[in-house]
């Protein structure tokens, strides 16, 4: 794809506690030209997340539902236990409407979407350092002792993967990072 030209699609993709929902969060609260997809999951929602914003909080039977009438753009089952996945229609409906789409989502959702949407950007957000991606997950506390190893294993995975990304992001500052992906969306950043 030629630097000038910008997809109407970016992909933002990495390794567990990277800060991808801080990063995407930031979007929200300050660049409302770019919309945000949101997701549907199949779990509990964590403290402060609210329904239809952070995402769709559906039950196991309605994502399959969703997945069997093929309404579902990309889904995965995400480090062994809950499904997650965007819905196809809404990303259709902001890219008609000239919108800036956004989605965060796992690395497995962003393989399904390179082969359905080839011409999307995709970009891998990147921990400053593997200690740094550690002292993130640890310090949040929303995942027992055993989530956070299995999230750990996982994550040795997706950071395998960032060469099958167009560009990397170095998670180092969150508004720094946010900037650099909405500059790299043909936007201009916002001053702070």
């Known amino acids: 794809m030629p630097a000038s030209s910008h997809a109407?699609?970016?992909?933002?993709?990495?390794?567990?506690a990277v800060g991808k929902g801080t990063i995407s969060t930031y979007i929200r609260d300050n660049y409302?030209?770019?919309w945000l997809s949101v997701s549907a999951t199949t779990r509990d929602p964590r403290p402060g997340e609210v329904e239809g914003v952070h995402y769709f909080f559906v039950g196991p039977e309605a994502f399959g539902e969703l997945v069997k009438s093929g309404e579902m753009l990309e889904w995965a089952v995400v480090h062994g236990q809950n499904s997650y996945g965007t819905i196809r229609s809404k990303v259709e409906e902001a890219v008609a409407?000239?919108?800036?789409?956004?989605?965060?989502?796992?690395?497995?959702?962003?393989?399904?979407?390179?082969?359905?949407l080839p011409e999307?950007?995709?970009v891998f957000l990147a921990p400053p350092s593997w200690?740094?991606?550690?002292?993130?997950?640890?310090g949040r506390g929303t995942e027992s002792a055993d989530e956070q190893q299995?999230?750990?294993?996982?994550?040795k995975l997706e950071l395998a993967a960032e060469p099958?990304?167009?560009?990397?992001?170095?998670?180092?500052?969150?508004?720094?990072?946010?900037?650099?992906l909405v500059?790299?969306?043909?936007l201009t950043p916002h001053p702070r």
């Open 97 to 116: 409407a000239g919108k800036r789409v956004l989605l965060e989502i796992d690395l497995q959702g962003a393989r399904q979407v390179r082969q359905t």
């Open 8 to 16: 109407p699609v970016t992909v933002l993709a990495g390794p567990t």
């Open 150 to 155: 299995r999230r750990l294993e996982t994550a």
């Open 183 to 186: 500059t790299r969306m043909g």
């Open 32 to 34: 409302p030209e770019v």
């Open 120 to 122: 999307a950007r995709f």
């Open 164 to 180: 099958e990304f167009d560009i990397t992001i170095v998670n180092d500052d969150i508004g720094r990072a946010a900037d650099e």
């Open 131 to 138: 200690d740094e991606l550690v002292r993130r997950l640890v």
